[in-house]
């Protein structure tokens, strides 16, 4: 299930007018399993759009996006919700405990597994420094925790699933630098031995992706690694 492939993607969003161009088009590349994948490119490039296609948010209009091998249209929704975790700028943290919340992914979680996935999320150690610990309310006076630290709540939560892949959507785009460092980490550690396609703001977020794709105007328009891209300018 860990592989991931855009065979000629076409994509139109159905409010487009007929006239109006693909918002992909001709969009084709391939993650290997485990491989990590990064799109790069300008506001309304199109990059947010693979990944609504990844996740099946969206059906493609053209072409085909496959996971390991199958045709999505052919994949059972619940069995994309299994395979794929979103991590988006946005956290969607219910007014719970943080228990409850990390329990949402995976209702029959073991203790041992919440615990491992919080490890895997380096939020082990902040939710100690809470008094009531997993039992703290998200959101409750007192108890504020810090945008960095709902991403890594949200990050464990996905990881709870186990997903062999991971779609990352400027996931630490609305942090500051020492937030954005500790969350980079985690998602570093998640990706790790998972595909993942990130989307990055910024070409220096994605040192260590296999691949970088720059999308322009609905266009992969160049495909290379970090040191490449940055020789070509
Ligand atoms: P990026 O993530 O690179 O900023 P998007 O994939 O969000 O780009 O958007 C690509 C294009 O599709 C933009 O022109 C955007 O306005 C348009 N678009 C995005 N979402 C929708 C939508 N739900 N309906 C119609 N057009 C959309
Ligand atoms: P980060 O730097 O991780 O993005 P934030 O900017 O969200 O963190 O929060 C910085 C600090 O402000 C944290 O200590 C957090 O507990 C506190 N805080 C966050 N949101 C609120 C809020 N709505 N009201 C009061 N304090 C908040």
């Known amino acids: 299930m860990g592989r991931v492939e855009f065979r000629d993607v076409e994509f139109r969003y ?47 209009t053209g072409g085909a996006v496959l996971f390991a091998g199958s045709d999505v249209r052919q994949v059972k929704q619940h069995s994309i919700i299994d395979h794929v975790g979103i991590v988006s700028q946005e956290t969607y943290l219910f007014h719970a405990s943080i228990a409850d919340n990390l329990r949402y992914a995976k209702p029959d979680a073991t203790d041992e597994e919440l615990i491992e996935a919080c490890r895997a999320a380096s ?11 997993y039992d703290t309310i998200v959101g409750e006076r007192g108890y504020r925790l810090s945008g960095g630290e709902k991403q890594r709540i949200a990050i464990a939560r996905v990881l ?9 959507d ?21 990706a790790n031995g998972r595909t993942t396609i990130t989307i990055a703001h910024r070409l220096s977020t994605v040192i260590g992706a296999d691949v970088i794709h720059v999308v322009d105007h609905g266009h992969i328009v160049e495909s290379g690694s970090h040191a490449t891209l940055l020789a070509e300018g």
Do not use: N
């Open 14 to 60: 159905s409010d487009a007018s007929d006239d109006s161009t693909a918002t992909l088009d001709g969009v084709s590349f391939v993650a290997e399993p485990g491989a990590h994948v990064a799109l790069v490119g300008p506001s309304g490039a199109g990059k947010s759009t693979v990944l609504s296609l990844a996740s099946r948010l969206y059906e493609a």
């Open 123 to 133: 939020i082990h150690h902040v939710i100690e420094t809470f008094e009531q610990g």
């Open 160 to 168: 709870l699933k186990d997903p062999p892949v991971l779609l990352l």
């Open 170 to 190: 400027e996931a630490t785009s609305a942090l500051d630098t020492v937030s954005e460092r500790i969350v980079q980490e985690a998602l570093d550690a998640a």
